[in-house]
């Protein structure tokens, strides 16, 4: 069984960093696709990123060339480092896996198991 744990959010000023990472418990995910989404009130959520087994990225372009995502099979654990954080980023961002294949890594219906969500606020 795969549990994962979302930790690293936090207040920041525009401009700023931080970085999440998801802890997984349990069984390895090394062969699970890992995934980054996020919901802001009022909205949907939304894709962020992911990545493979072997370590393929992919970003919305929302993020593309401020985020970046990487994965520590051996410690199961992926990051997501944001950098050049604005308000819009603002959210409950939600770490999630999925085993083997993945035909939409941006879907979420995608993901079988979730991190609980940790708060990531950019202040302006």
């Known amino acids: 069984q795969v549990q994962l744990v979302d930790s690293g959010g936090g207040l920041v000023q525009a401009g700023g960093s931080l970085r999440l990472s998801c802890a997984s418990s349990?069984?390895?995910?090394?062969?699970?696709?890992m995934g980054w989404f996020r919901q802001a009130p009022g909205k949907e959520r939304e894709f962020v990123a992911a990545i493979s087994g072997n370590s393929s990225a992919y970003f919305s372009d929302s993020v593309k060339g401020r985020f970046t995502i990487s994965r520590d099979n051996a410690n199961n654990t992926v990051y997501l480092q944001m950098n050049s954080l604005k308000p819009e980023d603002t959210a409950v961002y939600y770490c999630?896996?999925?085993?083997?294949?993945?035909?939409?890594?941006?879907?979420?219906?995608?993901?079988?198991?979730w991190g609980q969500g940790t708060q990531v606020t950019v202040s302006s």
């Open positions: 999630a896996a999925k085993y083997g294949s993945i035909a939409r890594v941006s879907s979420d219906y995608e993901y079988t198991h």
């Open positions: 349990g069984r390895s995910v090394r062969n699970y696709w």
